[in-house]
């Protein structure tokens, strides 16, 4: 078995030298909607030396964003999986987040479920290893996923997700994202009580409580917000809800409010904050661990980061 480290050096090397790495084998899918029978495309990508006869592999779930389908491809996340040895599955859930049936439906999640259980089917998927990733979207969709079906789920991973659209529609409601909410939830908060509870039900925050037996890993660039569409807030207020459905202590409003400005600091960092984690390969300004729940706001904006998302889970399996 490679090391971490080796494995870090492998990922950079890749990364560097070739522009676009494709898995051993990246197959098309078909798949249909359990609840209204809807073709949903996915991509399935086989790592190199997958046999299947052999040893189940890792599946990692790899999340688009919110304005991404299932033809956006993240050419790092396949990378680093691939040095692991894991399947990778795209799945679409309903495209982009502008229609009622995406943006968090009950068919989106629903779809992804579904193309889960469709590989397990026909793929030699290790059971006790299938993980979840995904950015801004994705990671929305990563924590609400998390939350409302945690059974799934061996550990997930969320970068720069969005945690409650109500209050990301107040930042945008003038822009394509406050449309596109507008268009999925049936109208702007506030316009009635059906349309209240289609934000509540489509937001992590409403459900993250369901997730405090799932390895989380939540984390955000410091800068978003300022130069990226999702503040740092929503990863925080994510982490202090799985925090508090356990009785343990979250972020405090002091500190979210102090590294929420721009250029923002901790007054009084924790110990567990001067963390230096050579996954990131970037400076960390908070984290913090509630149960099984750890959250980073790091050197960075929009972003994800393929190979700490990939370290993270590795390191995590359903027991026995």
Request: contains cysteine; charged residues 20%; glycine residues 8%.
């Given at each position: 078995?490679?090391?971490?480290?080796?494995?870090?050096?492998?990922v950079l090397v890749w990364l560097w030298f070739v522009p676009v790495v494709s898995a051993a084998e990246?197959?098309?899918?078909?798949?249909?909607?359990?609840?209204?029978?809807?073709?949903?495309?996915?991509?399935?990508?086989?790592?190199?030396?997958?046999?299947?006869?052999?040893?189940?592999?890792?599946?990692?779930?790899?999340?688009?964003?919110?304005?991404?389908?299932?033809?956006?491809?993240?050419?790092?996340?396949?990378?680093?999986?691939?040095?692991?040895?894991?399947?990778?599955?795209?799945?679409?859930?309903?495209?982009?987040?502008?229609?009622?049936?995406?943006?968090?439906?009950?068919?989106?999640?629903?779809?992804?479920?579904?193309?889960?259980?469709?590989?397990?089917?026909?793929?030699?998927?290790?059971?006790?290893?299938?993980?979840?990733?995904?950015?801004?979207?994705?990671?929305?969709?990563?924590?609400?996923?998390?939350?409302?079906?945690?059974?799934?789920?061996?550990?997930?991973?969320?970068?720069?997700?969005?945690?409650?659209?109500?209050?990301?529609?107040?930042?945008?409601?003038?822009?394509?994202?406050?449309?596109?909410?507008?268009?999925?939830?049936?109208?702007?908060?506030?316009?009635?009580?059906?349309?209240?509870?289609?934000y509540r039900q489509r937001s992590p925050l409403t459900h993250l409580a369901g997730a405090v037996n799932?390895?989380?890993?939540?984390?955000?660039?410091?800068?978003?917000?300022?130069?990226?569409?999702?503040?740092?807030?929503?990863?925080?207020?994510?982490?202090?809800?799985?925090?508090?459905?356990?009785?343990?202590?979250?972020?405090?409003?002091?500190?979210?409010?102090?590294?929420?400005?721009?250029?923002?600091?901790?007054?009084?960092?924790?110990?567990?904050?001067?963390?230096?984690?050579?996954?990131?390969?970037?400076?960390?300004?908070?984290?913090?661990?509630?149960?099984?729940?750890?959250?980073?706001?790091?050197?960075?904006?929009?972003?994800?980061?393929?190979?700490?998302?990939?370290?993270?889970?590795?390191?995590?399996?359903?027991?026995?």
């Amino acid at each position: 078995m490679m090391s971490s480290a080796l494995r870090r050096w492998v990922v950079l090397v890749w990364l560097w030298f070739v522009p676009v790495v494709s898995a051993a084998e990246r197959v098309t899918l078909s798949v249909a909607s359990s609840v209204d029978r809807a073709e949903q495309k996915c991509y399935l990508h086989l790592p190199q030396g997958y046999d299947s006869q052999g040893e189940p592999r890792p599946l990692l779930v790899h999340l688009h964003s919110w304005s991404g389908d299932v033809e956006q491809r993240n050419v790092p996340q396949e990378v680093a999986a691939e040095a692991h040895g894991w399947l990778v599955l795209t799945p679409n859930f309903r495209g982009r987040n502008d229609r009622p049936e995406a943006c968090g439906s009950q068919l989106a999640q629903q779809d992804i479920l579904d193309a889960v259980a469709w590989v397990q089917a026909r793929y030699r998927v290790d059971p006790r290893r299938i993980y979840l990733t995904g950015s801004s979207g994705g990671g929305h969709m990563t924590l609400l996923m998390a939350g409302r079906h945690p059974q799934v789920w061996a550990a997930a991973s969320a970068w720069v997700g969005i945690s409650d659209l109500a209050a990301w529609h107040e930042m945008h409601a003038k822009d394509r994202y406050g449309q596109n909410m507008r268009n999925a939830c049936g109208g702007a908060p506030g316009t009635n009580a059906k349309i209240d509870d289609e934000y509540r039900q489509r937001s992590p925050l409403t459900h993250l409580a369901g997730a405090v037996n799932v390895p989380l890993d939540i984390a955000a660039g410091i800068h978003d917000g300022h130069r990226g569409s999702v503040p740092i807030r929503h990863s925080l207020n994510a982490f202090n809800v799985v925090a508090a459905a356990q009785k343990l202590t979250g972020v405090s409003d002091a500190e979210i409010a102090e590294l929420s400005v721009p250029g923002g600091r901790l007054s009084r960092p924790q110990p567990t904050d001067y963390v230096i984690d050579p996954a990131y390969l970037r400076a960390i300004y908070l984290r913090r661990q509630a149960g099984k729940c750890r959250v980073t706001i790091f050197e960075g904006g929009h972003e994800g980061l393929a190979e700490a998302a990939v370290e993270f889970l590795s390191q995590h399996a359903k027991p026995e």
